[in-house]
């Protein structure tokens, strides 16, 4: 028998899933039509390397039942189960994960099993199970290791929300405008000043944060190199808490940042070891399985994490102790918010929180989440209080205008001239701010706060720094006269040009901002101000979370656009941040679409939109075909979104689909 024959036994759910299991991206049409996905799914199981990826991601049962029936071709349910001293029900159950991941196929029924020749190539890789005895090779292994609790230890939930220290990390590269290092990320000194207004003192976590950031695509860099905030941030910050959460455990899971199977420090690592998002999503399983009330031991995770993906304890990029990487994945889920721990640094014992249930468990969603508040206060010395539960909406722009306050309290924030004329110089204008702050301070704005504001506005922008050679510009002559009769600013100024400019050089420009400053004055300088989010002016009107957000199914913790299950992305959709991007990229390569991209070029750094037809995707860089023929290197890192273009067609398919009317399951689906 073919392949393909096989395969027709099959349900066109177990179909998808396995086409979920081995990575077959197909696309919406194949999804409904029962002889394409047929078709799709026994091409992909032909080829060699899908073989490898699937075995690494086995459990040690189906690992070791496997290896069994590589070196016994004859061996069905019955000897396997003598071999694991094991009830039938218990192999059969692993016999048909096998079959899910097209790795083996029963013929007639499991006491006669066919091995197709690409699992047949799988025998040098699979290994026996360690300390397996000859007469029962498969005893132990085929049943999970139980998870042992700990009742009566204390576990402590994380302080703050995740989703909050986004809010503070957006708002500060807001107001910023940080510049990016040659290498394409966030200046080191930057994120330190980041992280010491997070809710965790740990190190490594900013890290884990900014990775988050910019796995979601809430980071993009302009063409100078500026880091700037998303447009797709302020609604994502104002969706339902366990929306957001869902989206970013979904990221954590896929993403390529902050590895905790590395080897060495994770904040430092430049390679991603590939079996890490394996390692991810089976710790999210375990969690799945604890409760509110008893912890679990991180030892009894280890096993039971060793025992879900042993292969993953054996490649040589990455941490083979299961121990030390299910502790470090501990504390990323404690990050998350999705578990309780011992030790926030080195949890010993962990357990689950109502948030993590939601995320993690169908059918609890919202129980036991607090409420969250649109509003905050505004006291007349000008202080702003924050209160625990404040909306991150809210509270990113909240700090887009306070400034910092050293002790004291947790959630109070100063509102001062110089947070103002920060504000200002991001962008934002005196009327936004005042209609913030008096929509959104449950005690109003005070009069003497309103007329702080407002002399900052009047004398903000009365001198301006134009970056066309440098030019100092005052909005009346008078001024620039009362700047020229001081010594510490003249000094920095060069020849005038009228009665109110004067040429700069370039090496005056920051001592010149200083001076001015410090004697009271509220410069700009105009190369440092951008495009900016505006504040909003309703607490009753939060924007609807963009597209992507809705729909999130709790049983896989996507989050993607509208109809885009298991890889499949409508048209003119922009897709943004690296791993969106090249999952775009894969999806077009396997099924021949075209893409458009947009991207800064190496020499100029000047942004660029082109039509491409990718021929290589790898873990860096992008080859791929323009319309005009030539073949070109893309960097992934310089690819700031892309998107199918409405020609786009998938190659596959155009064979004739076949009659749904003679296809009962087929017709099920259209309906």
């Known amino acids: ?44 199981l032909e080829q060699y390397g899908s073989v490898y990826s699937s075995v690494i991601r086995l459990n040690q049962a189906e690992a070791a039942v496997l290896w069994y029936l590589l070196h016994h071709k004859r061996a069905g349910q019955s000897a396997i189960a003598q071999a694991a001293t094991a009830e039938a029900a218990v192999v059969r159950g692993v016999l048909e994960s096998l079959r899910l991941w097209g790795l083996v196929f029963p013929e ?196 039971r994490l060793a025992w879900m993906v042993p292969m993953a304890f054996q490649q040589w990029n990455g941490n083979r102790d299961p121990s030390f990487v299910a502790a470090r994945l501990a504390r990323s889920l404690y990050w998350l918010g999705l578990v309780a721990v011992d030790d926030p640094d080195a949890p010993r014992h ?9 995320v993690l468990i169908p059918d609890t969603a919202g129980e036991g989440l607090v409420p969250e508040e649109h509003c905050f206060f505004l006291q007349p010395n000008a202080e702003v209080f924050a209160p625990p539960n404040l909306s991150p909406w809210v509270l990113f722009h909240l700090r887009r205008l306070t400034g910092e306050k050293k002790g004291g309290p947790a959630g109070m924030y100063p509102l001062n001239a110089e947070s103002v004329r920060r504000a200002l110089d991001s962008g934002l204008t005196v009327t936004q701010v005042a209609t913030f702050l008096e929509r959104f301070s449950r005690t109003g704005l005070p009069a003497n706060v309103k007329a702080m504001v407002e002399t900052a506005g009047r004398q903000h922008g009365r001198i301006r720094l134009v970056p066309t050679e440098w030019v100092l510009v005052t909005d009346q002559p008078e001024l620039m006269d009362e700047l020229r009769n001081l010594k510490t600013i003249v000094a920095q100024m060069g020849e005038p040009l009228t009665e ?98 947009d991207y800064l070029g190496d020499a100029q750094r000047k942004r660029a939109t082109e039509v491409v037809y990718p021929v290589y995707v790898g873990p860096q860089e992008v080859i791929a075909e323009t319309e005009d023929g030539e073949e070109r290197t893309y960097r992934l890192a310089a690819i700031l979104w892309a998107r199918l273009v409405q020609d786009s067609e998938p190659v596959a398919e155009s064979e004739p689909e076949s009659d749904p009317e003679s296809d009962p399951e087929s017709v099920k689906e259209v309906e």
């Open 1 to 44: 028998m073919k392949l393909i024959d096989y395969l027709g036994d099959f349900s066109i759910e177990d179909l998808r899933e396995m086409a979920r299991r081995r990575g077959v991206r197909v696309s919406q049409d194949a999804r409904v039509g029962r002889q394409t996905l047929l078709r799709t799914l026994a091409g992909a």
């Open 108 to 303: 007639g029924d499991w006491e006669h099993i066919h091995i197709p020749p690409g699992t047949q190539a799988a025998t040098g890789y699979v290994a026996a199970p360690k300390g397996s005895e000859p007469d029962t090779p498969l005893a132990g292994f085929v049943v999970p290791p139980e998870l042992q609790t700990a009742p009566g230890v204390r576990c402590d939930p994380r302080p703050g929300t995740l989703s909050g220290d986004f809010a503070e990390a957006l708002s500060r590269i807001a107001r910023t405008r940080m510049k990016l290092t040659q290498a394409r990320r966030i200046n080191r000194r930057d994120l330190r000043n980041i992280e010491a207004a997070l809710a965790i003192p740990l190190e490594g976590y900013g890290d884990f944060v900014y990775s988050l950031l910019v796995e979601a695509g809430f980071l993009l860099a302009s063409g100078e190199n500026i880091l700037t905030v998303a447009e797709t941030a302020e609604p994502w910050l104002a969706a339902p808490e366990r929306t957001r959460a869902l989206t970013y455990t979904e990221g954590w899971k896929q993403g390529h940042g902050y590895p905790e199977s590395a080897s060495g420090d994770p904040a430092e690592a430049s390679y991603l070891p590939p079996q890490l998002g394996d390692q991810r999503a089976r710790m999210l399983e375990i969690a799945a399985e604890l409760d509110l009330e008893t912890p679990v031991v991180v030892g009894s995770v280890a096993a």
């Open 350 to 358: 962990f357990r689950l929180t109502p948030l993590g249930r939601a």
């Open 500 to 597: 109110r400019t004067a040429l700069v050089a370039d090496a005056a420009i920051t001592p010149l901002m200083r001076q001015l400053r410090t004697r009271g004055y509220a410069p700009i300088n105009q190369a440092e101000v951008g495009d900016t989010l505006p504040l909003p002016a309703d607490p009753e009107k939060a924007p609807p979370p963009p597209a992507e957000l809705v729909g999130s199914r709790n049983s896989t913790l996507t989050a993607g656009p509208e109809g885009a299950e298991d890889g499949v992305v409508p048209e003119n959709v922009k897709v943004t941040g690296r791993r969106q991007i090249r999952e775009l990229l894969e999806l077009a390569l396997e099924v021949g679409l075209s893409i458009e991209i």
